[in-house]
T-cell receptor, first 111, second 113 residues
């Protein structure tokens, strides 16, 4: 699986949009970008994934650059409950693929 | 569905004792993962199974650790003998092969004294 690079920490004001970047310059054509988050003391939770088109669901939006070498997870109106560690993972979707987490970005939402 | 169920939620044991952690995956999921999380090392993949068969155990730290999946609805992670450095939160996760999401259990917090 391709390696990802994320900033170790970020801060965002409550009610503002939180934009979390991820670099994956060695991504292959069949690899998807996945985002998970881990709220303190809980197991990681899936957020969203995408291949090359931008994606949106009830939790977040995912913007993938045209060359697919980087992406941004957007939480449009961050709340205090969005404080968590956010992980960007690149992997092939099909088959029995292992799921490997990096260090992630610790996002703190401030009141 | 109740989600991925792990037991116990907390375990305190003395060094040298055997510890067994248990996981019940979501019904219909055919991949199962065991992770260990510490402050120093983050979230580490220990082993994963597909259709009850261990596929990659390269993350298992040493021979003291072993994992089994005797059937599709149950897996165990055993540490024998346990050591203080094994203290961590252990997570189990499951996923369908063609699914997008991996679902995690609430974890087992292990303390070895």
């Amino acid at each position: 699986d391709a390696k990802t690079t994320q900033p170790p920490s970020m801060d965002c004001a409550e009610g503002r949009a939180a934009n979390l970047p991820c670099n994956h310059s060695t991504i292959s054509g069949n690899e998807y970008v996945y985002w998970y988050r881990q709220i303190h003391s809980q197991g990681p939770q899936y957020i969203i994934h995408g291949l090359k088109n931008n994606e949106t669901n009830e939790m977040a939006s995912l913007i993938i650059t045209e060359d697919r070498k980087s992406s941004t997870l957007i939480l449009p109106h961050a709340t205090l409950r969005d404080t968590a560690v956010y992980y960007c993972i690149v992997r092939v979707k099909e088959g029995a693929q292992k799921l490997v987490f990096g260090q992630g970005t610790r996002l703190t939402i401030n009141p | 569905d109740a989600g991925v169920i792990q037991s116990p939620r907390h375990e305190v044991t003395e060094m040298g004792q055997e510890v067994t952690l248990r996981c019940k995956p979501i019904s219909g999921h055919n991949s199962l993962f065991w992770y260990r999380q510490t402050m120093m090392r983050g979230l580490e993949l220990l082993i994963y199974f597909n259709n009850n068969v261990p596929i990659d155990d390269s993350g298992m730290p040493e021979d003291r650790f072993s994992a089994k999946m005797p059937n599709a609805s149950f897996s165990t992670l055993k540490i024998q003998p346990s050591e203080p450095r094994d203290s961590a939160v252990y997570f189990c996760a499951s996923r369908r092969d063609r699914g997008n999401e991996a679902f995690f259990g609430q974890g087992t917090r292990l303390t070895v004294v």
